[in-house]
């Protein structure tokens, strides 16, 4: 027989026909000769009620010693429920017990656990209503991300992840090596090394995505990033996923309209497929949190260019934790006072000062400012950044040499100026802030299943 999913029962029920279900055990209580087991499969948020009569064969020796965490497979016919709250049950006919899970020690009851606790057996937490809802609705926008762009015909590359360049020049990669500590520390080059040069792990594909939309025109590269920065705020992580697509023959404009079409799509997809886990969150987590997600579908989003943010954020007169100037770089309490208390929904802000972006920026005439855009939402602060790449030979060599860059190690990006170079721009995407705006949950460690911070790196 044919194993179901309880997805796929509760949207199409068999009543009065004969099914087998696998799962785990939530709950398991007793009513005289009858035992009412709460099964979940992790296919949905829903459980699916099983009814087990004691004329079973194994009743007593092993039904009515189910505990939450145990694995069974239950066959049987499912039918309408006389009781509320539930349309059907499945009455079992068997039921055999795949594993079992000592109650004594095993850490999920059915009870709420804080996050806090949850992120100390990750490798138990995805069982949990709200961390199980998380990895639906993560994989659900990933597989929505994959379509958006082929349907607009772009092209996935698979870029590097061990780079000898830093995108952002920030200088905080994981270095990659072979070498044994004690060669390390003895001062060995690197020239001994398995590249033969210094390398680690990416921030960025971006650079190698523009090489590969300027000859494909459309591409996007998705994966994983790191990034070595000593930060434990509920903000960061050292090992994150980015959405990262170069366009030619795009500007600005045409970036930010590519940007706005892909979080809009994106949100009008979680709200049509994944219902009812966003009623959990929007019950448990983020009160609102529906109402806030259609915002973002509805409303077109808002205009400013840095000059104005920084006005509106002087005249406000907020006592804001960071000051406010002209060349600042804003932080998440001025992008949220932005988006949330300004615009009432999501805003592009454009034109930053040059000095607090990366050298690949096209520059203005003016030379003061850079072709950037920053997408800012509720509840999170900036979830995109991009810009016009500069497509200007001599102009981006200043900006490289003004920088500090080596030009020889960025003599092939060069190139890319040199041999049939165009107009071009692209944007970066932070997949877990877009989890977060979506789930409305508060510490990015959740809305990753493995979390990479500081100290931490366990399962």
Not at 370 to 393: F, H, K, N, W
């Amino acid at each position: 027989m044919k194993q179901q999913t309880v997805t796929e029962i509760f949207k199409n029920p068999p009543l009065d026909k004969k099914i087998t279900v696998c799962g785990w055990v939530r709950t398991r209580r007793n009513s005289g000769s009858l035992t009412f087991i709460e099964l979940s499969d992790g296919s949905c948020l829903s459980s699916l009620q099983v009814v087990a009569e004691s004329d079973l064969a194994n009743f007593e020796t092993e039904v009515k010693k189910l505990t939450t965490g145990c694995a069974i497979k239950v066959s049987g016919l499912l039918v309408s429920s006389p009781a509320k709250g539930q349309d059907i049950e499945l009455r079992a006919l068997s039921i055999e017990v795949l594993g079992w899970a000592d109650p004594a020690d095993y850490p999920l009851q059915k009870k709420r656990h804080s996050f806090e606790f949850l992120r100390s057996i990750a490798h138990l937490r995805p069982r949990t209503n709200a961390l199980g809802a998380v990895a639906r609705i993560r994989s659900v926008l990933s597989f929505g991300i994959h379509e958006f762009f082929v349907r607009r015909n772009f092209y996935q590359v698979h870029t590097p992840v061990i780079t000898t360049l830093d995108c952002e020049g920030a200088g905080e990669m994981f270095t990659v090596t072979s070498l044994k500590p004690e060669r390390l520390q003895s001062g060995n080059s690197f020239a001994e090394d398995f590249f033969g040069r210094r390398a680690g792990l990416t921030v960025s594909g971006q650079l190698q995505a523009e090489v590969y939309a300027l000859a494909l025109g459309r591409v996007y590269t998705f994966g994983p990033t790191f990034r070595a920065e000593n930060s434990n705020t509920s903000r960061h992580l050292a090992e994150f996923w980015m959405l990262e697509p170069e366009m030619a023959f795009c500007d600005l404009g045409c970036n930010m309209e590519v940007a706005e079409s892909l979080i809009r799509n994106l949100v009008a997809r979680v709200l049509e497929t994944c219902a009812d886990d966003l009623a959990l969150f929007d019950r448990f987590v983020s009160k609102g949190l529906v109402k806030k997600l259609e915002t973002v579908r509805d409303v077109d989003f808002a205009h400013m260019d840095y000059a104005s943010a920084i006005e509106i954020l002087t005249d406000s007169r907020r006592q804001f934790e960071y000051p406010v100037f002209w060349g600042m770089d804003m932080q998440a309490e001025h992008e949220r006072f932005l988006c949330e208390e300004v615009a009432g929904c999501p805003v592009i802000v454009t034109n930053y000062p040059k000095e607090i972006k990366p050298f690949y920026m096209r520059l203005d005439e003016e030379g003061k400012t850079v072709a950037a855009m920053d997408i800012l939402v509720p509840g999170i602060g900036e979830l995109v950044g991009g810009s016009q790449r500069e497509e200007r030979y001599d102009e981006l060599l200043a900006r490289m040499i003004e920088a500090g860059l080596d030009v020889d190690e960025y003599a092939w990006y060069l190139d890319l100026r040199k041999y049939g170079s165009v107009v071009h721009s692209g944007f970066g995407l932070g997949f877990e802030r877009l989890v977060q705006l979506v789930t409305g949950m508060a510490n990015i460690r959740d809305v990753i299943p493995f979390p990479r911070t500081p100290g931490s790196a366990s399962c």
